[in-house]
């Protein structure tokens, strides 16, 4: 997960808090449901496409809102994937099963901010040190697979399908993990990349994020291959080396090598990492991610005269930007649930959890043709404010500097403030929106204001000094396309029945009431940033249960990150169905 745009746990659907039993909901009890639960659903009723079976619940509320698919399990493939299925139940297995994981987490694939061209920054060479691992552990997947190497450690796999008219099925996964504070080693329960298994869970730094979803891939294909499977629709595997800081070296290599090996929508749906499955309201909700929230640092930049501090003017630059910067916090970017948008959706899949307050579900339901009720569900969803920050533009002032020396007057103070966009925005309404915001303060100031490379004020009017925002560090990112999940999009569905057919599996289940699955929106950006051109239909799931046991133990991104060996099973097992229902699909 990203480190520059994180991929957080302020809204991320999947990481989940503990469940303190089911009772009539608080407002307390209803803010945290909210807070896990970052997911859009299709609001409509659709045909089963391709053999791909309806299954509606709540039908006494609106059947039309969140529609379902049935599990879906292979069929001309469903020998090997029962065979399979037996064998990952196999204590054997979850042994084989650690040794992967464990082996993968012992070699610390750390990557950092602003790092040297690969070639040049020998923190890169350990990858290579990974590389040989994973040439060791899967050694069928090597001998079988097409391996191609991009900026030396970007990696392709191609396993090649017998029918090559039909559109691969891309899978990506990062190698990378994010740096461990050498302040925080005597926190962790085991060493960070120890790799340590306690009879439970592996312990260890990308045990999680994103270990677990590269070893879980290569787990999946390495057992088929075993098993002498053969796929008829080639399966693709990128993985990035630099996901945890924008990709740079990584994926946005890779993703011009992918484009021309099968062009521009040139396959069939793309799974890469995300957020996963956990309880909310009563019922297991899974929400795979069909979209992205964009991106924008915004520098804002005061210069003004120097001189010694015993004279100082009324204002210095420091107090100037400190007005500006509070100005900004007082103005948050106005925030409205919109129908049909993204999060709009997110409360319509609600409706179908039992443990949702009623007035709560009845506003949500009639929100379509009513304004009011509409504004009342608005009111409440947005009592909890990381819910409020998923559907609109939010503002952090992250970073701020001024002045050299206490007594000299700062000639120069600047700010950064960080914007995750909308996904019914863009980066130029933000762009305008900040210019707008500071036109007053400007000309209270005096200040020559110029803003992303346009001149806001007279040039040639006098002025006590300048105020210039811009764009800091990188451009700015758009919010991602939206996936399509109507009725027609067999991609979004056949990931439906395959998520409900590995949870089911996995478990022993075999109703279509076992959760719920709807669409989500990332709240940080992943790989995929680099790979729209790639094909329409872009979804970000890690087949991975956010809370069990009443406490939050991964430790993405911080101490004690650790996996429980069950789960990482079971995302090998949701990593095989995937392959093996999109081999057998009308798919193009």
């Not at 021309?260 to 909700?285: H, P």
């Amino acid at each position: 997960m990203s480190a520059t745009n994180e991929k957080t746990n302020e809204f991320l659907p999947g990481v989940l808090p503990p469940r303190t039993g089911r009772t009539l909901l608080s407002g307390r009890a209803l803010k945290t449901g909210l807070v896990v639960l970052a997911v859009f659903a299709s609001t409509f009723l659709w045909r089963a496409p391709y053999g791909i079976g309806p299954y509606h619940f709540h039908k006494e509320f609106n059947a039309d809102i969140c529609p379902q698919v049935s599990e879906l399990i292979p069929k001309s493939n469903g020998a090997l994937w029962r065979t399979l299925g037996d064998t990952y139940e196999t204590d054997a297995f979850k042994m084989r099963a650690v040794d992967w994981l464990a082996g993968a987490v012992r070699i610390p694939t750390e990557s950092y901010d602003q790092m040297d061209p690969v070639g040049t920054d020998p923190r890169w060479e350990k990858f290579g040190v990974f590389h040989d691992y994973l040439l060791k552990a899967f050694p069928l997947v090597h001998a079988s697979l097409e391996v191609t190497k991009v900026n030396t450690y970007g990696l392709i796999y191609v396993w090649k399908g017998t029918s090559s008219s039909l559109k691969p099925l891309l899978l990506a996964a990062h190698q990378d993990v994010v740096p461990v504070e050498e302040t925080t080693i005597d926190q962790w329960q085991y060493p960070p990349f120890s790799g340590y298994f306690d009879g439970e869970r592996v312990w260890g730094r990308g045990s999680q994020d994103d270990k677990s979803g590269l070893i879980g891939i290569l787990s999946a294909m390495e057992n088929m291959l075993e098993n002498k499977f053969q796929p008829t629709r080639t399966v693709v595997l990128a993985s990035g080396f630099d996901e945890e800081t924008s990709g740079l070296h990584g994926a946005q290599m890779l993703a011009p090598v992918l484009l021309e090996m099968f062009g521009e929508n040139g396959y069939a749906m793309l799974v890469d990492e995300g957020s996963g499955y956990g309880e909310q309201f009563g019922r297991v909700i899974a929400t795979p991610g069909v979209s992205e929230k964009g991106y924008l640092d915004v520098m804002i930049n005061v210069a003004s005269p120097g001189g010694h501090s015993s004279l100082p003017p009324l204002h210095t630059s420091i107090g100037i930007l400190a007005d500006l910067l509070v100005n900004i916090e007082r103005n948050p970017f106005e925030v409205h649930l919109e129908r049909g948008s993204s999060t709009y959706k997110i409360a319509q899949c609600l409706v179908h959890t039992p443990d949702l307050p009623a007035s709560l579900r009845r506003d949500i339901i009639h929100a379509e043709h009513n304004e009011l009720a509409l504004r009342r569900a608005e009111h409440e969803l947005f009592k909890n404010p990381m819910f409020k920050n998923l559907v609109g533009t939010t503002q952090a002032i992250d970073l701020i500097h001024g002045g050299v020396k206490v007594n000299a007057l700062p000639e120069q103070a600047w700010a950064v403030v960080n914007h995750r966009i909308s996904t019914q925005s863009s980066v130029t309404a933000t762009k305008r929106r900040d210019t707008e915001l500071l036109i007053s303060l400007a000309s209270q100031f005096n200040l020559s204001y110029t803003a992303f490379g346009a001149r806001i004020t007279d040039a040639d009017a006098p002025a006590f000094g300048t105020l210039t925002l811009s764009e800091a560090y990188t451009h700015g990112l758009e919010p991602a396309p939206v996936s399509p999940t109507e009725h027609d999009a067999v991609p979004y569905q056949l990931l439906s029945g395959t998520i409900r057919a590995a949870y089911n599996s996995h478990r022993g289940l075999s109703n279509d009431d076992s959760l719920i699955i709807s669409p989500g929106i990332m709240s940080g950006n992943t790989d995929t940033r680099y790979y729209w051109k790639l094909t329409e239909h872009i979804f970000r799931y890690g087949h991975t249960d956010g809370a069990r046991g009443g406490s939050i133990i991964s430790g993405v991104h911080t101490v004690n990150e650790a996996i429980k060996i069950s789960n990482f099973v079971e995302m090998i097992r949701f990593f095989t169905t995937l392959i093996l229902n999109v081999d057998e699909s009308e798919l193009p």
